[in-house]
């Protein structure tokens, strides 16, 4: 069964940090590129981040840019968002993905909340 489960979310101050992970299983991880998702409330969801199979390359949303890291284990499988310099516009529920040619598997989500 795949499953893709997010973990790390907590309500934080702003200026904060947090770390996210997700936990990837039933599919071998390793040969598909994993994104983050948020979707703060009343907005559609938007990409965060993306790392390659080998994690050698990473991109990221220019609102995140500089602030979040995405990372990878495939030993592991596992994927991670360090999240630092936490605004409240970054107040969301963040989704991993996992992403192959037309293969596309998501997660249930885990709520990041900013605020003091």
């Known amino acids: 069964q795949v499953q893709l489960v997010e973990s790390g979310g907590a309500l934080v101050q702003p200026g904060g940090s947090l770390r996210l992970s997700c936990a990837a299983s039933?599919?071998?991880?390793?040969?598909?590129?994993m994104n983050w998702y948020r979707q703060a409330p009343g907005k559609e969801r938007e990409w965060v981040a993306s790392i390659s199979t080998a994690g050698g390359t990473t991109n990221y949303a220019d609102s995140v840019k500089g602030r979040f890291t995405i990372s990878r284990d495939n030993a592991k499988n596992a994927g991670y968002l360090q999240m630092n310099s936490l605004k409240p516009e970054d107040t969301a529920v963040y989704y991993c993905?996992?992403?192959?040619?037309?293969?596309?598997?998501w997660g249930k989500g885990t709520l990041v909340t900013v605020s003091s």
């Open positions: 993905n996992a992403q192959r040619v037309t293969m596309n598997y």
């Open positions: 039933g599919f071998p991880f390793s040969v598909y590129g």
